[in-house]
Structure formats: structure tokens, C-alpha cells
């Protein structure tokens, strides 16, 4: 007989995902980030009065969500690049693995998105992805010859195309290269070194006024992230660096500044002519030295060419959380419902598996109405192969996750829960496993190399209502019992998982934190979800 878990997951989000603008006479206010959460690495687009972005999304699947504006303020997720486990594989993934930075350009008619996949700390090749429609399925990868991580792809007058990447020894690197075969048409050289900060990457490159522009970012994607450029009469250099460099960084700011370790842009130019930039940034909390848990995020801030015909970001003043612009027209998207019913034939776009799924674990069609998950042996602690979860970002500072769950298993050890993830290593879970007099709620903490249970509470067969509240400094997990829903009992307080502290000496590529509900062992779960 199959283990039945019947789940109402309800999250309850306090502050609106949708950018809040305001207009004042002329101008508007808009808000930084204006992609809140997990949504680092972005390059931009634009077709006609339509605007497309992509971002990083490393082991989470499916891979490289692609937005929609018509404003650069105001988003709406239309997909991803990568939704079959056949295009990609992310099996073998350390932490920080899995698909970095994107590039995203449309040429002929043709969107193509270039990225790469990162596994064991090496670079598993860069490919491209192409369609006619960003928001139907992308072709199956097609891989480039050229290694190196943040791929660019630019498209010159003469129809050339020509791929840019980081490499080793650092520095930037180019060929030209067949876009159907992945084949490099040239050599594959360094063209430009850049002002000789740690770590260039993220390469773009522009043509405008009849010189080849190269944007980079340098100091490592932490505080001291900054956007260098440098230009040149003809694409393979030499390039001659801006003497205004860095043209973007919060590297000098206090370290009480709302917004840090800006960088990694891309530029796009609107219909009007106006030019802007979207780039990443960490929102910082606590005292120093500070951490964040959110993630690196997406900006928007504006930029204007000087009489020496230099890139110019904000005015050279620092980027504000409140920005104000008097050439964007605001066209918002309706604001999405709140609540899903699973009642679709496809699982909203801000859900989340981590690695490759098992896609026989899970249906919308089993039970009208609901998610059912079956599950398997592996857990949160694997770091090669996909437990049985769905998560979504943590977006904001305050939030609170509910579950209710009936949960009767038949094994000793089978388990099911809801849990605070920020990867394999780092993670919080509040969860229920036993049966009969067996039966018990415990919260677990993995921390680095440091497991254990810190709270176990013996329950008879009734269901369990779990809650989890966030505010900026501490995650608080509660219960209750008999569906006294009101009479809830604080479980414990804990600190936030948060990328700077928790990761320390690791290679920090500012994971984020996601909510989700996850299992262990048991046959079938089956849930329903509200977010508001």
C-alpha cells in the first residue's frame, strides 16, 4: 500500500513582487532591484518596443529564466531556455555549479541565448540556444569549440558572428564562429587583458559610432565587483581602455549602502534612443561586517555617452534603491494571481527542482487540483542527483510559508516537511517521520559539516500545520497540532542562511535561499498551494 501525504502549502508573501513606480509630474520613480531575489548575471535585449532578459540560475531547473517588459521596469517571466532534462546535464554539480551567466541578443528574425554549464569548478563548454518565439521551447543546445565561462555573442555588420568568453590566463578571448556547428571559423585569441583587476568576465561587445566596444566586469562578483570598458576602431583590438574606468561600482560606498557589488551589466538602448543598464547587485543587512540572503538581484539605472564618446552610468552618482527616470513611459503587466491551485497543465515558472528532476515524481494530473510528488532516497544533502523538492525563491526580507499536512508513513524513516535551502551543504528543515507511537515532528539544521537535530516532539496520527516567518535577521519555525491553526508554538529561532557568513572561505557565488517543500523516502505526497 502506497504512503499517502495530503499537503496544503500556503506561502504568504509581504511585500509585492511587482515594482512599485510612482510618477511625479514628468518623471517616474521605479525601484532597485527591479528583479527582486536570485536573479543575478542579466543581459538584455530589445525588439522593437519589446525588452527580453535573462539570468543565471546554476543548479536550479528548469535553467535560465527569460522575462518580458515593455517599460525595463515592470517584468513578466514568460519561461526558460533549458526545460528538458535532455538539453542539459546537471548531475555531478558542486555547489555554485550548473549554468552561469547568459547572453541574450536577437538577430535576423532569431532569438539565441549563449551560456555553459559549470561542473566540478570546470567549465563544461558553452553553448547557444535559439528560437523565433522567447516565450516557446528553445532548440536543443548546440556547443562551441571555445571553453571559458560568461559567453558573449555579437553579430557584426558583415552578418559575422563572434563568441567572447573569459579564459585563462585572465583575460578576455574571441573567435569567430559558426553559430549552427559551434565551430570556431578563427583562432581563438585574447583581445584584451583589461585594467588589470581580479577575475574579468562577463564580456559584452557593442558597435556604436563606428568603434567596437568591450564591457567587462572585474574584482570578483563581492563588494569589490566593478564594470570596466574599453574600445576600438576594429573587433580584434587594440582596445583602448576609458579613462573614466570603473564606470560602475559601489566598491568605495559605505558599507551601510543598500545596494553592493554592482556589476555585471548589459547595456540596450530604447526606441527613443535613451540608454540604460541592467546589472546585479546584493542587498546588505546587519551590522558589520554585513550579509545578505536574498541573492544577487537585478537593477536598472540609466546611461549617457559623453562628448568623448564614453559611456557615462547614473551621473557617476552611487545606485539608489529609489531611482527616478524622465524617459521611461510605464506599461505594468496586470499583477499575477496569488494563488495556485495546480489545476494548470504546467507548474508556474517560479518553481523550482534542484538538479535534473525525476519527472515521474511528480503530476499535476494524478489528483485534480493538487501537486502529487513521489519521492526517492535522495536528500537535500546530495549534491549529484535531484531529491524530491519544489522550491521558490526567497524574494523578500519578511515572508511567511505555511503547510498543512497529513502524513501517515510506513516506514520508520520516512519523512516530509517543509524546509529553508540555500544548497546541499546549508539548510533548515521542519519535518515529520515515524509512524504509530513512533510518530514525532523534529527540526534539523545542516550547517557546513554540522548536522543535527535540535528539536524532536513525540504527536499522535493527526495532521501538522507548519509556518515558517522570516524577518530580516532570523527565520522563526513554528507548529501546531489538532488544526488548532491559531495556537501555534514557536519551534526555534534561527539565524538567517546567508551567502556572505555561511559560505566564509568557499567560493562565494552569493547562493541564494529558497522555500520549498521537501520529502525523503515516502512513496506519495500530494499538495495544494496558495501564494499571497
Known amino acids: 500500500m502506497m504512503t499517502k501525504l495530503n499537503t496544503l502549502l500556503i506561502f504568504i508573501i509581504l511585500s509585492s513582487f511587482q515594482n512599485t513606480n510612482v510618477v511625479l509630474g514628468q518623471k517616474i520613480e521605479y525601484k532597485n532591484p527591479i528583479l527582486s531575489g536570485f536573479y543575478p548575471d542579466p543581459s538584455i535585449c530589445r525588439v522593437d518596443d519589446n525588452y527580453y532578459m535573462v539570468n543565471s540560475s546554476f543548479e536550479y531547473f528548469p535553467g535560465i529564466p527569460i522575462w518580458h517588459s515593455k517599460d525595463l521596469v515592470n517584468w513578466k517571466q514568460i519561461g526558460h531556455c533549458i526545460t528538458k532534462n535532455e538539453q542539459i546535464n546537471y548531475s555531478n554539480l558542486l555547489k555554485f555549479g550548473g549554468i552561469y551567466a547568459a547572453t541574450i541578443r536577437y538577430h535576423n528574425g532569431t532569438f539565441y541565448v549563449v551560456s555553459n554549464n559549470v561542473a566540478n569548478g570546470k567549465s563544461g563548454g558553452n553553448f547557444i540556444v535559439q528560437t523565433k518565439d522567447p516565450a516557446s521551447e528553445w532548440s536543443d543546445p548546440i ?29 578576455i578571448y574571441m573567435s569567430e564562429v559558426d553559430i549552427n556547428s559551434g565551430k570556431s571559423l578563427t583562432e581563438i585569441k585574447q583581445i584584451w587583458k583589461g585594467t588589470g583587476g581580479k577575475y574579468p568576465e562577463g564580456p559584452h561587445i557593442y558597435f556604436l559610432n563606428d568603434y567596437y566596444y568591450l564591457l567587462i566586469s572585474e574584482g570578483g562578483t563581492e563588494q569589490g565587483h566593478y564594470v570596466v570598458i574599453a574600445r576600438s576602431k576594429t573587433i580584434w583590438g587594440p582596445f583602448e581602455e576609458c579613462p573614466n574606468n570603473p564606470i560602475l561600482t559601489h566598491r568605495d560606498q559605505d558599507w551601510r549602502s543598500p545596494l553592493q557589488g554592482t556589476g555585471h551589466a548589459d547595456f540596450v538602448q530604447t526606441q527613443d534612443g535613451s540608454w540604460w543598464t541592467v546589472f546585479l547587485a546584493f542587498r546588505p543587512v546587519g551590522d558589520y561586517p554585513n550579509y545578505h540572503q536574498l541573492g544577487r538581484e537585478t537593477c536598472l539605472a540609466p546611461v549617457r555617452w559623453d562628448d568623448k564618446g564614453w559611456p557615462v552610468i547614473n551621473e557617476n552618482k552611487p545606485i539608489s534603491t529609489t531611482m527616478t527616470a524622465s524617459n521611461l513611459i510605464l506599461k505594468p503587466w496586470p499583477l499575477e494571481s496569488t494563488r495556485d491551485e495546480f489545476n494548470n497543465d504546467t507548474i508556474n515558472f517560479k518553481w523550482n527542482f534542484i538538479r535534473n528532476p525525476d519527472k515521474k515524481n511528480y503530476s499535476l494530473s494524478d489528483f485534480n487540483g493538487y501537486l502529487s510528488m513521489k519521492c526517492s532516497k535522495s536528500t537535500l544533502d546530495d549534491n549529484t542527483i535531484s531529491p524530491t523538492f519544489l522550491g521558490r525563491r526567497q524574494q523578500h526580507f519578511n515572508f511567511i510559508a505555511e503547510t498543512k499536512l497529513s502524513f501517515y508513513p510506513e516506514k520508520l524513516n520516512d519523512e516530509a516537511g517543509i524546509t529553508m535551502i540555500m544548497n546541499s551543504k546549508f539548510h533548515y528543515e521542519l519535518a515529520v517521520k515515524g509512524k504509530d507511537k513512533n510518530r514525532k515532528i523534529f527540526f534539523r539544521y545542516t550547517l557546513g559539516n554540522g548536522k543535527c537535530c535540535s528539536f524532536e516532539k513525540k504527536i499522535k496520527n493527526e495532521p501538522v500545520k507548519f509556518k515558517i516567518e522570516a524577518d530580516i535577521n532570523f527565520y522563526y519555525f513554528y507548529y501546531s497540532l489538532n488544526n488548532c491553526l491559531p495556537k501555534l508554538q514557536v519551534v526555534l529561532q534561527v539565524p538567517i542562511l546567508e551567502s556572505t557568513a555561511a559560505l566564509m572561505a568557499a567560493n562565494p557565488k552569493d547562493m541564494p535561499t529558497l522555500i520549498g517543500l521537501n520529502t525523503k523516502k515516502n512513496k506519495l505526497i500530494k499538495l495544494k498551494l496558495i501564494i499571497i
Open 143 to 171: 556547443w562551441f569549440e571555445q571553453k571559458g565561462i560568461d559567453p558573449d555573442l555579437f553579430f557584426d555588420l558583415d552578418g559575422k558572428a563572434y563568441l567572447i568568453t573569459n579564459g585563462g590566463p585572465p583575460a
